[in-house]
């Protein structure tokens, strides 16, 4: 008779068979912190590296089951995480099992090999090398990766006429133009947040935007400054500001310059009591204050936000400044214009491009693809086929991060080595690897070069902390406490002691007159600049504030749009300079008047609009002129919150005191959500859907009402359209004491654990709907169709193998990462001791740089969650219709003034 297996056995089988599909790096990888006992693959690995965006580096781990990724969380060490992450970084577990991404090397659109790529750029490099590179251009993105800069500057010592450029749509050159005017140089600016009393941001999204945004909002919420904040479109730090004030572009420069007059860095100009408020309390905390200038905000913000910054006495205290930390600090717009300017004159023959999508990205009046054209030799490396790898002649694949070996440093100037999980799933090369067949070292692979460069790099760390480095046997222990602890010690950028120049108070030119209509160009909170188009998580996450998903829109006030006779929905014709885009209009509470926020990176993937059409070299993020004229048609909008007032009702009770509960022999688990502190970010709901294999719908479906997210965050905004205070409210399955979704269930699918869960037995579940009726609080979810994608096979490897993928037909809803608690309850049987206060975390709690999120036993009067239940006021949502909730919220408590 045939023995059945066993439930371990088929698991360690499934997880075998799951592991045969990837292949491990050939290189040596090191494991974050304790490894589990050898030929255990149902116990998970963790390794440190690092997730990119706009060149700097975010520490992360990455979880490995069987070989295989299965979840990012933030390495607690990195001083840019300290164990949280931002959306984005979540969202790269898509993109590694992304069937869409660039499979193969190919020259014109046909398949060919690395040998025969490498073969034709020695001879193509061995044209130029008599003329010393010229006419060979190279451009790239932001660069802070040691190798790679080590690289280029070694390949242009070798071609010195050849020439370098880089590019980002969302560069910094505003502050880097700032700096250069005021102190003489470039230079990097780093905020203490956990230093500052108070805090103005000149529409600056420092919360939720930017390398340092993770780091920034843990120092923020810790901290709990005093904030006020003047930006156009309403953001996530704008949301959680004292006094907020809503102003068009070229307002916010005005006030800029109003509240230096008030600081007395200018003559006084008219009364202005908001500036007159904000700069007393500015001067009432010098040296312990920070403005902070947005970086799409012009240089003559930047300029005003450091002089104030010095007349506080901030500089060096509370705004460190550094050296840069780009390898190259240009100007990105003037580099492009430099090379466009190349093109159209004939002299760009070879240009190879290290990522990107510049056809897409460059300033529309630059016409990047029409001049690309010219150029003879065109080569491009990017994860995706894009626009700009359609007019190329050869293509070449870029690993994924988890695949590759490269470095890159933080906001800081940390810097992380990043070590792959697995062998790339497709040909792909790095960018070190095609820069070393330039230099006709094609046999070496990434992991080569990077030891070839921090061998030594190695040797001046080690003197500068008074050490030798004497032997190999010392590099290896160097090389392998970088990969285990995921950033090299004592790379951190050093705060320097600089003082501006004596007039800079002259430098500062008074702003012009705000045009009828202006228009302002933001980077979109979930695909970024167009990079991430396409990624399914982050295109269903909706946008904090508008709840929008899958494309974007024109935004605009609601008194602008009263006056143009638009309401949400309609489409609209934005002409600006003589080019012309249409968009739907989305009226959002909190948006400036006599202004339109559109954000670009859309258009690529069949949702959205391009409105990269509209911005050029002279209004990269905002211009006056802009013309609306409405089209007649309407188009829907896939949101998932529509309604963002309360209609006079609290949105939570008065609340009280929990109080202990008796001590008990068991667990009764439990949240406590912290609304002041959440800013709506959104990588909660992203850890969520990558932990528990939550589906995208698509926007059809979103529309429907039918999206899958088991934790949606809820904005209400309150008070007038001028001075609206926002509250963000992360709701998922409150695992009710007295759930009314319990007694409804016809086959007992939903039950209630000991411990005080409210479960989910898939396999009992027929779909009858009644007990997502049932629930006062809409957080359970139906799949009413297969959303899972069983049928392509690297999709498969994306689910969490400790989680069911459920198919059509069944309920799901927040389990309170169920599977967590029960990795900690055998960890804890195993060595004989109850679980750790602490020591469960879940998926959404983990990330939250805000850390709004605990959770713990209320049975442990000594646990962090019951001693806050006893000392705060919290609240239930709901709590009149008697369901009892375990998850409850911390009441706001107001600051004086």
Not at 114 to 138: K, M
Not at 411 to 428: C, H, K, N, R, S
């Amino acid at each position: 008779m045939k023995r059945l297996l066993e439930r371990r056995e088929f698991i360690l089988s499934a997880l075998a068979g799951a592991a045969a599909c990837t292949r491990q790096p050939r290189e040596p990888i090191v494991p974050w912190g304790a490894s589990p006992e050898a030929g255990a693959p149902e116990e998970p690995l963790y390794f440190a590296t690092a997730t990119p965006l706009g060149g700097f580096g975010l520490g992360v781990l990455v979880k490995s089951l069987a070989g295989r990724p299965v979840k990012v969380e933030g390495n607690p060490e990195h001083p840019a995480s300290l164990g949280a992450t931002d959306a984005f970084a979540q969202s790269w577990l898509w993109s590694l099992y992304d069937p869409g991404r660039a499979q193969t090397i190919t020259y014109n659109g046909r398949p060919r090999a690395w040998a025969d790529f490498t073969e034709w750029l020695r001879r193509a490099l061995q044209e130029r090398r008599a003329r010393q590179g010229e006419g060979l251009h190279i451009l790239t993105q932001t660069v802070t990766s040691p190798t790679l800069a080590w690289q280029i500057s070694e390949l242009l010592d070798a071609f010195p006429a050849a020439r370098w450029h880089q590019y980002e749509p969302l560069s910094r050159d505003p502050a880097r133009q700032a700096a250069r005017r005021a102190f003489g140089r470039d230079l990097h600016t780093v905020y203490r947040f956990d230093r500052a009393e108070c805090v103005v941001s000149l529409d600056a999204d420092f919360l939720a935007q930017g390398a340092g945004s993770v780091r920034y909002a843990r120092d923020f919420m810790r901290k709990r400054p005093r904030l006020m904040a003047v930006e156009t479109m309403p953001s996530p730090t704008g949301s959680k500001a004292d006094e907020r004030r809503p102003a068009s572009p070229t307002e916010v420069e005005t006030f800029s310059f109003a509240l230096a007059a008030n600081v007395g860095l200018l003559p006084a100009a008219g009364p202005d009591d908001g500036a007159a408020r904000w700069a007393r309390e500015l001067m009432r905390h010098r040296g312990a204050s920070i403005v902070v200038a947005g970086d799409q905000q012009p240089p003559s913000v930047h300029l005003i936000a450091l002089a104030m910054n010095h007349r506080l006495g901030n500089l060096g205290r509370t705004v460190q400044l550094t050296e840069p930390v780009e390898a190259l600090p240009a100007l990105e717009l003037a580099s492009m214009g430099e090379l466009v300017r190349a093109m159209e004159g004939g002299d760009v023959e070879m240009l190879v491009m290290l990522g990107g999508d510049p056809v897409r990205d460059a300033p529309a009046d630059f016409d990047f693809g029409a001049h690309l054209r010219e150029v003879k030799l065109r080569v491009h490396a990017s994860h995706y086929f894009n626009d700009t790898s359609r007019l190329a002649d050869w293509h070449v694949p870029e690993p994924h991060p988890f695949e590759s070996w490269s470095d890159i440093r933080a906001f800081d100037g940390t810097v992380t080595i990043m070590q792959p999980l697995i062998a790339p799933l497709w040909e792909a090369k790095s960018f070190h690897e095609l820069l070393a067949a330039m230099r006709g070292r094609a046999d070496l692979s990434g992991y080569e070069l990077l030891r070839e460069y921090w061998r030594g790099r190695a040797y001046g760390l080690f003197l500068r902390a008074g050490r030798s480095l004497a032997s190999e046997e010392e590099f290896e222990a160097f090389w392998r406490r970088c990969l285990h602890d995921g950033f090299v010690a004592g790379t951190a950028a050093e705060p320097l002691a600089v003082e501006p120049r004596p007039d800079l108070v002259a430098l500062l030119e008074p702003p012009g007159r705000a045009a009828p209509l202006e228009i302002s160009f933001r980077p979109d909170a979930t695909i970024w600049d167009g990079r991430f188009a396409g990624n399914a998580w982050l295109e269903e996450l909706p946008k904090p504030i508008t709840k929008l998903t899958w494309e974007n829109a024109a935004c605009l006030s609601r008194a602008t749009a009263s006056r143009l006779g638009l309401a949400s929905s309609d489409v609209v014709e934005l002409r600006l300079d003589g080019r012309a885009v249409e968009a739907p209009v989305l009226v959002v509470p909190g948006h400036a008047d006599g202004a339109v926020t559109v954000t670009f990176g859309y258009g690529r993937q069949g949702t959205g609009f391009d409105a990269g059409r509209l911005r050029t070299s002279t209004s990269m993020f905002s211009s006056g002129g802009l013309e609306l004229r409405k089209v007649g048609r309407r188009h829907a909008l896939a949101t998932t919150q529509e309604h963002h007032r309360m209609e006079g009702r609290p949105l939570l009770g008065g609340g009280r005191p929990a109080g202990a509960r008796p001590p008990a022999d068991g667990y009764a688990w439990g949240m406590l959500i912290d609304p002041a502190a959440c800013t709506g970010c959104n990588a909660c709901v992203i850890a969520c859907v990558a932990e528990n294999n939550i589906p995208p719908v698509g926007p059809a479906e979103v529309l429907r009402g039918r999206e899958m997210h088991w934790l949606r965050i809820d904005t209400y905004a309150e008070g007038p359209e001028e001075a609206l205070e926002f509250v963000h409210l992360p709701v998922m399955c409150l695992h009710c004491e007295n759930a009314p979704c319990e007694p409804v269930c016809p086959t007992g699918a939903t039950v209630h654990s000991a411990e005080g869960l409210n479960e989910m037995i898939y396999n009992r579940c027929v779909g009858s709907r009644y007990c997502a009726n049932n629930c006062p609080y809409k957080v359970r979810r139906f799949n009413f169709y297969r959303y899972a994608d069983h049928g392509t096979a690297v999709r498969r490897m994306l689910y969490n193998p400790e989680v069911t993928v459920r198919t059509r037909g069944v309920i799901e809803k927040c389990t309170w990462c169920v599977q967590r608690i029960s990795a900690a309850r055998i960890a804890a049987a195993r060595s004989g001791r109850r679980i750790r206060d602490g020591e469960i975390v879940t998926a959404c709690q983990g990330v939250c740089p805000s850390e709004a999120i605990l959770f713990g036993d209320l049975n442990d009067p000594e646990s962090r969650l019951s001693r806050l239940l006893a000392a705060r006021q919290t609240a239930g949502l709901l709590e009149q219709l008697g369901t009892r909730p375990r998850t409850r919220y911390l009441v706001r408590e107001r600051r004086d003034g």
